[in-house]
């Protein structure tokens, strides 16, 4: 054993034993301090004695989580990921329980709520104790990786190819400007180094540092529907074909489809393999990680498409055993969950408070959703890619979806969204450092699936969704919850020109019968709107006769930018204010009519929804505003995307200069399928052949 190793040996003992000591005086602490836990007998003991029992208690309790632990996650494992963060406090207090009755002193004793605080005090100090040594010793983190790192070139027999593997790091709902602001504003010093960019005094701006870049950076534009769903889909599996929106409704089948329903996913997924005949981008030796859809790898943790699997082949839970088998780990997170809970809450309440504008409700459960999605996700995502470079996988595709959730919230440029890039650019510098440590060396790709556009709510700005805008339009009553605002008047008064009838304040016209209710589903400022009796994409000529005043209603609507609608006459026809009507097919960057202010590829973006079979009977887009760069949207968020307008439809793709360029110079990058392409393009380049599902099927078979 060499004296590298004997140091790291020696390392390891007196961390554990520096740990244990920690543990120990917490424990005698809390018990002067807690009265239903105690360290003594009834009749007292003398300090020796508590000292010991104190000892005994802390070194019991370190054992038991070190080898109950991973067995209690691994039973846990069918347990919904956010009730796994809160059980871990209630788990550590039962194994501190545990740990006192099994003392060889037999003097500990404590009440079940106390073990819990107890417990979890414990586990926090140890952790942090163990982490303040690792900091303090300068080799510490090194020698940890290269020891995890020689466990698995032992495991495979040796040492990792030499072709490099590739990282690609989703950024879900970073905007391509966006990260500029970030990059330039000293927010994100890991990308800025990357891109051989110092921090900056202009807005938007990437100065340049004295060291090179490694990294190009590219915008590219999405579809129409500028949502991780249609994105992902693209591009993990190549076509995104028949994805109008993030929830729509299918009439052949009479079911809603949402992107992040995983049933929805797994059918989205299906459809996806069988139009393009292969597995997806990751398909030979590949991982995916938190994602929506599996891109065909067979290494799988936290993936929405696979998650309504059941039986031995769902793997996507597996990330969570990988993380949370360490109890350390999953102190950590949970400490991180609650302090981010109640972040949240404080953020809010000062948003409330200062009445800042826009502003969404943000009470409830999503505090809790919030803290799921920049917590603990990001860290078993973070710790799957880790394990995936140690392992020498080929091509990892990871999502880390912190940034959209909050930024929906408190808007993409928000303080709040800020820190969060903060925290991910910390999780990247990371990722990077390991790389270093990999059996192989890896490329690192970091790109975006959309933007998000920021904006007021169209609840907001009018007093009414555009649910009840439909309704008024189709002279069916609209529910009372209808309420005035200054810019509500506008629209009421464009409700009563096109209805060409008076109506009552908060829509109270009631027709003599009741036609068949309309089915409205918004995504983001997109919004769908669909006829469920009738079996077919309805004609706007059929519209017209079942309710006349429906589309003039909608297209004059001053928070409404265009309408899409199928056409007897022109097969696909937009509409616009003041009588505006455009064929699809006469649409152009050049004549884009209604879709003037959506900027360059609209028209194309549109056509080509005009062509999905389950396209809903109206397509409605909301306004937008060019220069200020807002939507409004249909749901209840201030920073949004899912249709055209501003960032929204503006990601980025930041690649090593070592690969080829995304496009030659003057082009421009169109389409999720079209960065689907370039991502294999890359892969090719590294030695990584993506084999398609048919001859995978024919190897097995072989096999």
């Given amino acids: 054993m060499g004296g590298g190793r004997w140091r790291s040996v020696l390392s390891g003992v007196w961390r554990s034993i520096t740990v244990w000591a920690a543990s120990t005086v917490t424990m005698l602490v809390l018990a002067g301090v807690l009265p239903d836990f105690q360290l003594q007998s009834d009749t007292g003991d003398s300090a020796t004695r508590i000292a010991l029992t104190a000892a005994a208690g802390a070194g019991v309790f370190g054992l038991l989580s070190s080898l109950v632990w991973p067995l209690l996650v691994r039973a846990l494992l069918l347990v919904p990921a956010l009730v796994l963060g809160l059980l871990v406090f209630f788990l550590n207090g039962s194994l ?7 003392n060889p002193s037999g003097r500990g004793e404590a009440a079940p709520e106390t073990a819990v605080v107890v417990a979890a005090v414990m586990s926090a100090v140890a952790s942090a104790t163990g982490a303040a040594l690792a900091v303090r010793d300068d080799d510490a983190y090194r020698r940890r990786l290269y020891r995890l790192a020689d466990r698995r070139r032992r495991a495979t027999g040796g ?3 030499s072709s490099p593997g590739t990282v690609f790091l989703q950024l879900d709902g970073v905007g391509h400007d966006v990260l500029c602001e970030a990059v330039a504003g000293g927010l994100m010093p890991t990308v800025a180094e990357w891109l051989g960019a110092g921090p900056g005094t202009g807005r938007g701006t990437l100065p340049r540092a004295g060291r090179g870049p490694t990294h190009r950076l590219t915008s590219w534009r999405t579809d129409w529907s500028s949502q991780t769903g249609a994105s992902q889909l693209g591009i993990l599996h190549g076509t995104n074909h028949d994805v109008p929106a993030f929830r729509w409704y299918e009439k052949d089948s009479g079911e809603v489809m949402v992107c992040n329903r995983p049933s929805s996913a797994a059918e989205l997924q299906r459809r996806a393999v069988e139009r393009t005949g292969e597995g997806g981008l990751l398909a030979f030796d590949g991982a995916s990680r938190g994602n929506l859809f599996s891109g065909g790898a067979e290494q799988l943790a936290l993936v929405l498409s696979m998650a309504a699997r059941r039986g031995p082949d769902n793997r996507s839970r597996a990330g969570y055993f990988a993380y949370f088998s360490d109890p350390a780990n999953a102190v950590r997170t949970a400490m991180s969950f609650v302090a981010e809970v109640f972040r949240e809450i404080g953020q809010s ?8 504008r826009p502003r969404v409700k943000r009470g409830g459960l999503y505090p809790f959703i919030r803290a799921f999605a920049t917590v603990v996700e990001r860290d078993v ?3 799957a890619v880790i394990g995936d470079m140690l392992a020498g996988r080929a091509a990892v595709y ?7 959730e909050v930024a929906h919230h408190s808007g993409p440029r928000s303080r709040d969204a800020q820190r969060v890039l903060e925290r991910l650019d910390r999780s990247l510098a990371l990722i990077a450092k390991v790389a270093e440590h990999a059996p192989r060396p890896y490329r690192i790709v970091l790109l975006s699936d959309h933007g998000q556009s920021p904006g007021e709510t169209f609840l907001t700005r009018y007093g009414l969704t555009l649910g009840d805008l439909v309704r008024a339009g189709c002279g069916l009553p609209v529910p009372r919850r209808v309420r005035r605002t200054h810019s509500g008047a506008e629209a009421r008064s464009a409700v009563r020109a096109a209805l060409r009838r008076p109506v009552e304040e908060g829509g109270q016209y009631r027709p003599s019968h009741r036609p068949a209710e309309p089915l409205v589903l918004a995504s983001g ?3 769908l709107v669909s006829f469920p009796d009738v079996p077919h994409r309805m004609s706007r000529e059929e519209i017209d006769r079942r309710h006349p005043a429906l589309l003039s209603t909608l297209a004059n609507h001053p928070g409404v930018g265009f309408v ?4 007897e006459e022109h097969g696909g026809l937009v509409l616009g204010a003041h009588g505006a009507e455009v064929p699809v097919d006469e649409l152009s960057d050049e004549h884009p009519g209604p879709l003037a202010d959506f900027g360059p590829g609209a028209a194309d973006a549109v056509r080509r929804t005009h062509g999905f079979p389950h396209t809903a009977d109206l397509m409605v887009n909301s306004w937008y505003d060019p220069e200020e760069g807002e939507v409004l949207a249909f749901e209840e968020q201030i920073g949004s995307h899912g249709g055209l307008g501003g960032a929204q439809g503006r990601p980025f793709l930041m690649s090593p ?3 080829s360029a995304p496009v030659e110079d003057g082009g421009e990058l169109v389409g999720a399928e079209r960065v689907h392409h370039v991502l294999r393009r890359w892969l090719r380049e590294s030695d990584g052949p993506q084999v398609p599902l048919t001859a995978r099927r024919k190897d097995r078979r072989a096999a």
């Fill in 96 to 102: 501190l329980l545990i740990a006192l009755r099994i």
């Fill in 159 to 161: 040492a990792g190819p």
């Fill in 349 to 356: 309440t000062r948003a409330r408070l200062g009445k800042c």
């Fill in 381 to 383: 995502v973070v710790a």
């Fill in 398 to 404: 990871a999502d880390l979806v912190a940034y959209d």
């Fill in 525 to 527: 400022n997109l919004g």
């Fill in 564 to 567: 899409l609608v199928r056409s």
């Fill in 657 to 659: 200069v070592a690969l």
